[in-house]
């Protein structure tokens, strides 16, 4: 067993720097393992991430950015490339980037500039990109996030760990295409050409597919939390595109493969790690890895070679003539007589900052000393945190009834109906009462999902009908559930003698075997503590 | 100083009004010896084929091939000028802040006119043909008798 070690450690598997011991991670390697029987492979994972802006208008122009509007109509003349147009720049994206760029620790470039990618595709109207390429919006910075690992027969184990990026610039989407093979063309929708999109590279950091998307999660969570990107994967709002490698120990990164265009968590586990193995594949059967770009089928599980890759990719980057260089300014260094409509002020984006997902992490694993796992998962849904605080709020209700009732049968309510905890119309007071029943253990566990999603198409009923009803209050009668044990013992010769044996081997009381008919003859609904209370001293005295 | 000058010389080309005290009221040029410049490498036929890729232009023909390399021999004057201790030019308009717009819905809406512009439509999309324009595998008179 690994001892519990206080504050980082340096982990001997990723060589990564982990707030907490990562037990986890001895689990994590299985996957490597598996695949590759003869020796060990590392597999290193990068991402790009691109990110939509939520501003009401695009980057360079005045047309809109909602999502699934009629066909070319939110185009300008701009986003269509037309001669003579120019780029103006939208101030909300600048201050959405820079927010966020706070947000993950990133270090703001006083002075940003803007680049021309150029490739030929139809959904680049202009032939090319305008980007940040050598002088981007911020640098450095990290995410620290919350991984978990279901471990076979355990509760799951969180961990913090920390992944870098390299940076975080600006730049234009593309419209989207849609292609007709029958008809050998694509059909192109520019009303996406042009919607800001903020790019984050991260270090190679990340080791497997589990890990990105845990990474992903929290990196959408922390957008949410301060409102720069909706985070819609499945509506295109969060794109994930991952390099990766894998190569032995003490060797250097092997050849890397890019994966475009993943959207969904899902999506991201399942073509990295289907990546890596595939990587793996070949290097232990004496291939070696192409470089190139493939995409992922999400009906297969597999990564497939793009169909247009170009070998000799060259996107002749030049500085884009028709945009000055991006100032951000601070208090200090606004220029006299400036217009505070059209500059950027570095402290004034700052205030729009908010208690970021890690920040409530902590807090309220201090506050309320409750682990990783549960503060992970109040933080990670939109309003939970403020139900829990308000229902623990004075110790009106039992914490660790609540952190039950909350985290299964709540958030499972939630997921059954795709709420939002503001949409969902079960009554503050009504799950307060049912947290109460937990506590007095006067209900049947296994009943609370099933009341609470009552409750959620009923908010009418009260908790007190619903359990009268349906008669859901557990069985607490001492001397009820006496007799019910010994009519067990006496009717049922075979339970005897299952008890008999396993109690011979002199590893302490072992009931099992009693508790489930006696359950069974009391419908299910026996407290269970008082039956094992009560079946531990009948059987001290009988065996 | 570099910049300026060079600047200068543009200006002076296309306008007699004196733009900025910076720009100097005549244009001074020295001539450049061309036997100093680099010689212009011959130019393969996969190069041909990969800057045709590029820039979606033929011109794997005599005139195109001519015109290139006289592309090159004009770009390798810069090889000549001193650029030490200079930093490269972006934009004439880098002293200047770069304006900032509200995020407000001005534009869009113009379905019909935006796509007026396109050769071919379908229910209301721009068509185009399918993935990256391939160019065309055959192989140009031209090309053959390059290496």
């Known amino acids: ?543 | 100083m570099l910049r300026y000058r060079l600047l200068g010389q543009v200006y002076g080309y296309f306008s007699i009004r004196q733009l900025s005290s910076k720009v100097p009221n005549k244009p001074t040029w020295t001539p450049v010896d061309s036997s100093k410049l680099p010689q212009v490498k011959e130019i393969s036929r996969e190069l041909v084929d990969h800057l045709e890729r590029l820039s979606l232009v033929e011109f794997s023909n005599e005139e195109g091939l001519k015109r290139l390399n006289d592309a090159i021999q004009s770009a390798n004057q810069l090889y000549i000028v001193n650029t030490d201790g200079v930093e490269p030019l972006d934009t004439v308009l880098e002293d200047r802040s770069l304006y900032l717009r509200k995020d407000e819905v001005t534009e869009g809406n113009c379905k019909e006119e935006i796509l007026s512009n396109a050769s071919i439509t379908e229910e209301d999309f721009f068509v185009a043909p399918p993935g990256n324009i391939p160019l065309k595998k055959t192989d140009k008179e031209y090309k053959g008798k390059l290496k």
């Open chain 1, 1 to 543: 067993m690994a001892a519990v070690r206080k504050g980082p450690v340096v982990c001997k598997f990723c060589e990564r720097l982990h707030r907490s011991y990562p037990q986890a991670h001895l689990l994590q390697r299985r996957l490597i393992s598996d695949t590759a029987s003869s020796s060990e492979w590392k597999s290193v994972v990068g991402l790009e991430i691109h990110a939509q802006i939520a501003t009401s208008s695009k980057l360079f122009s005045g047309a809109a950015t909602k999502f699934g509007e009629p066909i070319n109509s939110q185009v300008s003349p701009f986003d269509a490339a037309l001669p003579g147009t120019l780029p103006v720049l939208n101030k909300e994206c600048v201050k959405a980037g820079i927010l966020t760029a706070l947000a993950l620790g990133c270090t703001v470039n006083r002075m940003s500039k803007f680049d021309r990618k150029h490739y030929f595709y139809a959904d680049l109207p202009a032939g090319y990109q305008i980007t940040q390429q050598r002088q981007p919006l911020a640098h450095s910075g990290h995410v620290d996030y919350v991984h978990y690992r279901s471990m076979k027969g355990q509760t799951d184990t969180a961990e913090t760990r920390s992944c870098r990026l390299i940076q975080l610039q600006l730049e234009q989407d593309s419209g989207k295409s849609l292609h007709d093979a029958e008809d050998q063309q694509s059909l192109i929708d520019l009303n996406r050409a042009g919607v800001g999109l903020m790019e984050l590279v991260t270090q190679p950091d990340l080791t497997d597919g589990e890990d990105a998307a845990s990474f992903v999660k929290e990196l959408q969570l922390i957008l949410r939390t301060i409102g720069t990107c909706d985070g819609k994967m499945q509506e295109g709002s969060l794109r994930v595109d991952a390099n990766i490698s894998v190569h032995k120990p003490g060797e250097p990164f092997g050849v890397r493969t890019e994966v475009k265009n993943i959207n969904s968590f899902r999506n991201v586990s399942k073509a990295i790690d289907f990546e890596i193995q595939r990587q793996v594949k070949i290097l232990e059967s004496g291939g070696s890895v192409e470089n190139e770009t493939r995409s992922f089928d999400a009906e297969t599980n597999e990564t497939v070679p793009m169909r247009d890759k170009e070998k000799l990719l060259d996107y002749r980057f030049m500085p884009e003539p028709n945009l000055p260089p991006l100032y951000v300014y601070n208090n200090e260094s606004v220029p006299p007589g400036a217009d505070t409509d059209r500059i950027v002020v570095l402290e004034k984006v700052r205030e729009g900052l908010r208690e970021l997902p890690g920040e409530k992490r902590q807090r309220i694993q201090e506050q309320y000393s409750i682990p990783l796992r549960s503060a992970s998962l109040l933080v990670s849904e939109e309003g939970l945190l403020e139900v829990f605080e308000e229902l623990v709020k004075d110790g009106a209700h039992d914490m660790k009834s609540v952190l039950r009732v909350l985290l299964h049968d709540y958030l499972g309510v939630l997921r059954k109906h795709d709420y939002t905890v503001a949409q969902c119309p079960i009554k503050m007071d009504a799950i307060g009462d049912v947290c109460d029943l937990v506590a007095a253990q006067e209900i049947i566990p296994a009943s609370v999902y099933k009341m609470m999603c009552e409750l959620a198409e009923k908010p009418e009923l009260s908790v007190k009908e619903i359990v009268d009803r349906d008669n859901l209050r557990l069985i607490q009668d001492r001397k009820l559930i006496e007799q019910v044990i010994f009519e067990v013992l006496e009717s049922e010769p075979k339970v005897l003698k299952k008890l008999r044996k396993a109690n011979s081997k002199g590893n302490g009381l072992v009931l099992k075997p009693l508790l489930g008919p006696v359950q069974q003859r009391l419908d299910q609904r026996g407290n269970h503590v008082i039956i094992t209370e009560i079946a531990q001293e009948i059987l001290k005295k009988m065996l």
